[in-house]
Antibody, heavy 118, light 107 residues
Framework: QVRLKESGPRLVQPSQTLSVTCTVS????????VSWVRQPPGKGLEWVGA???????DYNSALKSRLSISRDTSKNQVFLKMNSLQTDDTGTYYC????????????WGQGVMVTVSS | EIVLTQSPTTIAASPGEKVTITCRAS?????MYWYQQKSGASPKLWIY???KLASGVPNRFSGSGSGTSYSLTINTMETEDAATYYC??????????FGGGTKLELK
């Protein structure tokens, strides 16, 4: 049974760094790509970045300078780090498993709602 | 980057009514994908490879299209179909992009 679960702080101060962990089960992060997708309150979905099954990464060009995605294959976890947070980074952060083709997202985590505020 | 534009932004439908949501891409794409998101929940894969229904999706839903124009259709609206629907594309290199969403409400 495929599951993804995000964990991380609910409140981050402006200019600080966000760290979110995605713990997966039912598949291996070395067999499928995993992406991060975020959603500001009341707004649409935005792809943040991905870690490919081989370990390489790709990032949204608008966020690239502030982002880092990594993984721990022994724990089947994927990590998102975003620095210099601003209030418009507030939103729900989801991790999502890619399909075998990699073209779309077939399973999503429940998401973690992050508020950037002092 | 390929931009996806969904229309309408919001639509209200009565039970039994036919509903069509459109997604237009700024450049040609090979496939379109659709997700359903209900309030407070994470998105769920709904339609993949343009016209294939994800597991558990009722067959009153269908997807079609090619090139730059795609659509999701509900043959007969049911109360449980009220949700926001997003289209998504992949064009062989990142980024994966989403449409802005269509909120489907019950009339």
């Amino acid at each position: 049974q495929v599951r993804l679960k995000e964990s991380g702080p609910r409140l981050v101060q402006p200019s600080q760094t966000l760290s979110v962990t995605c713990t997966v089960s039912g598949f291996s992060v070395t067999s499928y790509h995993v992406s991060w997708v975020r959603q500001p309150p009341g707004k649409g979905l935005e792809w943040v970045g991905a870690i490919w099954k081989g370990g390489s990464t790709d990032y949204n060009s608008a966020l690239k300078s502030r982002l880092s995605i990594s993984r721990d294959t022994s724990k089947n976890q994927v990590f998102l780090k975003m620095n210099s947070l601003q209030t418009d980074d507030t939103g729900t952060y989801y991790c999502a498993k890619h399909s075998r083709s990699g073209y779309y997202f077939d399973y999503w985590g429940q998401g973690v709602m992050v508020t950037v505020s002092s | 980057e390929i931009v996806l534009t969904q229309s309408p932004t919001t639509i209200a439908a009565s039970p039994g009514e036919k509903v069509t949501i459109t997604c237009r891409a700024s450049s040609s794409v090979s496939y379109m994908y659709w997700y359903q998101q209900k309030s407070g929940a994470s998105p769920k894969l709904w339609i993949y490879d343009t016209s294939k229904l994800a597991s558990g999706v009722p067959n009153r839903f269908s997807g079609s299209g090619s090139g730059t124009s795609y659509s999701l259709t509900i043959n007969t609206m049911e109360t449980e179909d009220a949700a926001t629907y997003y289209c998504q594309q992949w064009s062989s290199t990142p980024p994966w992009t989403f449409g802005g969403g269509t909120k489907l409400e019950l009339k």
